[in-house]
């Protein structure tokens, strides 16, 4: 066999695949492409299934048409949105837990209507911006209430003037196509099960938006020196990063800051405050590697099946941040941190004008990440599962944690 | 032959250091070992260089490891000063407990530790190795979302890491009452409290010195579960009968409820003088009820 084609070679409907992002080998390439080709294929299968549930009527055949006069690069967009995700899988969860009759069932059914309709907005608006570029207002804007609509991916925008005209912007791109969303009712959103959304919302000032863009372009090239595969994976799966300005102090330093992903919206991270002078670009950097591996791990599960069941009652104190989080959770935290302490480690090999702050900066955070890793139980041991789970979970997991315990002599006599 | 008994430990009141020297196990203080720390640069982080005969101490001993938490050590606070994460400490510990015939509670922070998890997961943890034990039904909420109490009787908000306030919570920190609520269901039945020091002596006692009759095989499994799903050979549990049931609310490996008793200050003293951790013996058996 010609040995030039098994880079190709992966099989990415194990989870074993997933072992090549601690590994930055010749396969990365051949994963990252798998995992976003079926994600998108799994995608297009979901909005057919909506489509096709005869319940969903009038609503469903406008979906259908619009979608169907958007070309493949739209539809593809349409698809790969975080927004499309999470309405399917609210519409799904509806249809899964609505009972037969009583007040639950129409509650259920009120779920499933507004999750429909959200479908149908997204790709109206996909199909209004793709109009107003070539010239041509839709209804859909000429009836909206909105001054601003964007594309459900986050990367295109359409503001009105007080004359009632539409034109085109785009948001500031990070990497040339991630957006930095920092105004849209997405990023506004209060949601109390967020730590970083939960936070009250203020505005950036023009100086305060410069800092974010200009640290969060150098976090990127830092992480594009360190390790250029990290820097593909975030263009590959982060579509648009929301950045929240809360509390201009609080006295709980650990809450100034913050980032998270939320698997129902996989493309999506959130950074808040990182306008602050005190948040240095590596720990920017450190962030948005964390949060783009945990998008990473979600576009596969999205693919392929969730590794562990959505279980909130059960949770596994993270040896790393001492918090009990679900096991899915947990599964990532363990790529997440092996991965941050790679990119770290690398940042630190290739870096020419790191200061002496930041470096110890990343001496800590790497020590943070390393601990996690140094203890007496497996790693996979502590996962609180009723289910039987895919053996290669467990086993990547205490790779990994084998791994570190080599490089860092644990248990060895110094 | 009999292995030496070392009995590593942070707090002078610790019911199992305070019987150590009596039943003629070896104590050592944490703070000792600070001479053999140093803050280090990363990846070191921190050197611990114990010396040959401390090393050589530890060769084939029985440990009883009570490093559960560091507070008014100066271990903890050489480890603040240099900036140094608490699990660094435990880390290093291990390559002196490697060198143990056995190790008595795991190593590690609390909710690393086995010995030390929160309560929803004791729960969990016990369940695995004893499928029928009852624990306690609750809610568990997500950020600032407010839990659905509706499942529950008589809710009340607990801190996952208190185990024995179960009338009214005094351990609930500001954010955990705000943030992630836990609440159970209040215990109803007759609180109990069961020891054990190895695999066959155990005992019972009533708090609140109302006693009803149990089953003292099924204290014994629980034990027995107990001491295996938290890596420990001695240990304290929270049960409430419930009519001729026992749930289970919590383990400690503390033993604060029971450190006065003088059923349990002998059974300790049996317990650390044992030739060997699992304390198999038949002259050591006990099953007592006061």
């Given at each position: 066999?010609?040995?030039?084609?098994?880079?190709l070679?992966?099989?990415?409907?194990?989870?074993?695949?997933?072992?090549?992002?601690?590994?930055?080998?010749?396969?990365?390439?051949?994963?990252?492409?798998?995992?976003?080709?079926?994600?998108?294929r799994?995608?297009?299968t979901?909005?057919?299934?909506?489509?096709?549930?005869?319940?969903?009527g009038?609503i469903?055949?406008?979906?259908?048409?619009?979608?169907?006069?958007?070309?493949?690069?739209?539809?593809?967009r349409?698809?790969?949105?975080?927004?499309?995700?999470?309405?399917?899988?609210?519409?799904?969860?509806?249809?899964?837990?609505?009972?037969?009759?009583g007040?639950d069932?129409?509650?259920?059914?009120?779920?499933?209507?507004?999750?429909?309709?959200?479908?149908?907005?997204?790709?109206?608006?996909?199909?209004?911006l793709?109009d107003?570029?070539?010239?041509?207002t839709?209804?859909?804007l000429?009836?909206?209430?909105?001054?601003?609509?964007?594309?459900p991916?986050?990367d295109?925008?359409?503001r009105?003037?007080?004359?009632?005209?539409?034109?085109?912007e785009?948001?500031?791109?990070?990497?040339d196509?991630?957006?930095?969303?920092?105004?849209?009712?997405v990023a506004r959103?209060h949601?109390?099960?967020?730590?970083?959304?939960?936070?009250?919302?203020?505005?950036?000032?023009?100086?305060?938006?410069?800092?974010?863009?200009?640290?969060?372009?150098?976090?990127?090239?830092?992480?594009?020196?360190?390790?250029?595969?990290?820097?593909?994976v975030?263009?590959?799966?982060?579509?648009?990063?929301?950045?929240r300005?809360?509390?201009?102090?609080t006295?709980?330093v650990?809450?100034?800051?913050?980032?998270?992903?939320?698997?129902?919206?996989?493309?999506?991270?959130?950074?808040?405050?990182?306008?602050?002078?005190?948040?240095?670009?590596?720990?920017?950097?450190?962030?948005?590697m964390?949060?783009?591996?945990?998008?990473?791990?979600?576009?596969?599960?999205?693919?392929?099946?969730?590794?562990v069941?959505?279980?909130?009652?059960?949770?596994?104190?993270?040896?790393?941040?001492?918090?009990?989080?679900?096991?899915?959770s947990?599964?990532?935290?363990?790529?997440?941190?092996?991965?941050?302490?790679?990119?770290?480690?690398?940042?630190?090999?290739?870096?020419d004008?790191?200061?002496?702050?930041?470096?110890?900066?990343?001496?800590?955070?790497?020590?943070?990440?390393?601990?996690?890793f140094?203890?007496?139980?497996?790693?996979?041991?502590?996962?609180?599962?009723?289910?039987?789970?895919?053996?290669?979970?467990?086993?990547?997991?205490?790779?990994?944690?084998?791994?570190?315990?080599?490089?860092?002599?644990?248990?060895?006599q110094? | 032959?009999?292995?030496?008994?070392?009995?590593?430990?942070?707090?002078?009141?610790?019911?199992?250091?305070?019987?150590?020297?009596?039943?003629?196990?070896?104590?050592?203080?944490?703070?000792?070992?600070?001479?053999?720390?140093?803050?280090?640069?990363?990846?070191?982080?921190?050197?611990?260089?114990?010396s040959?005969?401390?090393?050589?101490?530890?060769?084939?001993?029985?440990?009883?490891?009570?490093?559960?938490?560091?507070?008014?050590?100066?271990?903890?606070?050489?480890?603040?000063?240099?900036g140094?994460?608490?699990?660094?400490?435990?880390i290093?510990?291990?390559?002196?407990?490697?060198?143990?015939?056995?190790?008595?509670?795991?190593?590690?922070?609390?909710?690393?530790?086995?010995?030390?998890?929160?309560?929803?997961?004791?729960?969990?943890?016990?369940?695995?190795?004893?499928?029928?034990?009852?624990?306690?039904?609750?809610?568990?909420?997500?950020?600032?979302?407010?839990?659905?109490?509706?499942?529950l009787?008589?809710?009340?908000?607990?801190?996952?890491?208190?185990?024995f306030?179960?009338?009214?919570?005094?351990?609930?920190?500001?954010?955990?009452?705000?943030?992630?609520?836990?609440?159970?269901?209040?215990?109803?039945?007759?609180?109990?409290?069961?020891?054990?020091?190895?695999?066959?002596?155990?005992?019972?006692?009533?708090?609140r010195?109302?006693?009803?009759?149990?089953?003292?095989?099924?204290?014994?499994?629980?034990?027995?579960?107990?001491?295996?799903?938290?890596?420990?050979?001695?240990?304290?549990?929270?049960?409430?009968?419930?009519?001729?049931?026992?749930?289970?609310h919590?383990f400690?490996?503390?033993?604060?409820?029971?450190?006065?008793?003088?059923?349990?200050?002998?059974?300790?003293?049996?317990?650390?003088?044992?030739?060997?951790?699992?304390?198999?013996?038949?002259?050591?058996?006990?099953?007592?009820?006061?």
């Open positions: 066999m010609n040995a030039q084609l098994k880079p070679e992966a099989d990415v409907a194990r989870p074993a695949c997933l072992m090549e992002i601690t590994r930055t080998g010749a396969r990365m390439d051949a994963v990252m492409e798998g995992i976003m080709w079926a994600r998108l799994r995608m297009r979901r909005l057919q299934e909506a489509l096709g549930n005869a319940e969903h009038v469903a055949r406008s979906i259908h048409a619009i979608y169907e006069a958007l070309p493949a690069d739209r539809q593809a349409v698809l790969l949105s975080s927004e499309f995700c999470e309405s399917y899988m609210a519409l799904d969860a509806a249809r899964k837990q609505r009972p037969e009759a007040a069932a129409m509650a259920w059914d009120a779920e499933s209507a507004r999750n429909l309709c959200a479908i149908h907005d997204l790709v109206q608006r996909e199909k209004a793709l107003l570029a070539s010239g041509s839709s209804r859909y000429l009836e909206s209430r909105d001054w601003v609509v964007d594309s991916v986050g295109q925008l359409a009105k003037d007080v004359q009632g005209r539409w034109t085109l785009t948001p500031p791109m990070l990497g196509c991630v957006a930095v969303d920092l105004h849209s009712k959103h949601e109390p099960r967020s730590g970083v959304l939960s936070q009250p919302c203020l505005a950036l000032d023009e100086a305060e938006q410069a800092v974010v863009l200009d640290k969060l372009s150098r976090a990127l090239a830092g992480i594009d020196r360190a390790e250029p595969l990290y820097g593909l975030i263009r590959n799966f982060v579509r648009r990063i929301v950045v300005k809360s509390e201009e102090s006295p709980d650990a809450r100034r800051f913050g980032s998270e992903h939320v698997p129902r919206q996989p493309g999506s991270l959130r950074l808040l405050n990182i306008h602050h002078p005190e948040l240095s670009v590596e720990a920017c950097m450190e962030s948005i964390h949060e783009s591996t945990h998008n990473f791990l979600a576009a596969w599960e999205l693919a392929n099946g969730f590794f069941a959505n279980d909130y009652q059960h949770r596994v104190v993270s040896p790393w941040s001492g918090n009990p989080i679900p096991n899915s947990y599964i990532h935290a363990v790529f997440v941190y092996y991965v941050c302490h790679r990119l770290l480690k690398s940042h630190l090999a290739v870096a004008n790191i200061d002496a702050a930041a470096r110890a900066h990343v001496h800590r955070r790497l020590a943070v990440c390393a601990a996690g140094l203890i007496e139980q497996d790693l996979s041991s502590r996962l609180m599962s009723t289910q039987p789970l895919n053996a290669d979970i467990g086993t990547m997991m205490d790779d990994m944690q084998a791994d570190m315990k080599r490089e860092y002599g644990y248990g060895r110094q | 032959m009999k292995a030496r008994t070392i009995v590593l430990y942070t707090d002078h009141a610790d019911p199992v250091a305070r019987r150590a020297a009596q039943a003629g196990a070896e104590l050592l203080h944490l703070d000792e070992l600070l001479p053999m720390v140093r803050a280090g640069n990363w990846p070191a982080v921190l050197d611990f260089e114990p040959a005969a401390m090393r050589e101490q530890f060769i084939g001993a029985r440990v009883v490891n009570r490093v559960f938490s560091l507070a008014n050590t100066r271990m903890d606070g050489f480890l603040r000063e240099s140094i994460d608490a699990r660094w400490l435990h290093r510990l291990q390559s002196l407990l490697e060198s143990a015939a056995s190790v008595c509670h795991d190593t590690g922070v609390r909710g690393v530790s086995r010995t030390l998890m929160p309560l929803n997961v004791q729960w969990f943890e016990l369940k695995r190795v004893l499928a029928d034990i009852q624990t306690p039904d609750f809610v568990y909420s997500i950020g600032y979302e407010a839990p659905d109490l509706r499942g009787v008589d809710p009340l908000q607990k801190s996952v890491w208190s185990l306030d179960w009338k009214q919570e005094r351990n609930l920190l500001p954010e955990e009452k705000r943030r992630h609520q836990f609440f159970v269901s209040r215990p109803q039945g007759v609180p109990l409290v069961s020891y054990f020091c190895g695999g066959s002596a155990d005992g019972i006692f009533f708090p010195g109302e006693a009803v009759p149990i089953d003292l095989q099924r204290v014994h499994a629980i034990n027995q579960a107990a001491r295996r799903a938290f890596r420990s050979e001695t240990g304290e549990l929270l049960l409430f009968a419930e009519g001729g049931q026992l749930r289970f919590a400690s490996p503390y033993l604060l409820s029971v450190a006065d008793e003088p059923a349990m200050v002998e059974m300790l003293g049996r317990w650390l003088a044992a030739d060997d951790s699992s304390a198999r013996s038949d002259d050591a058996r006990h099953a007592l009820v006061h």
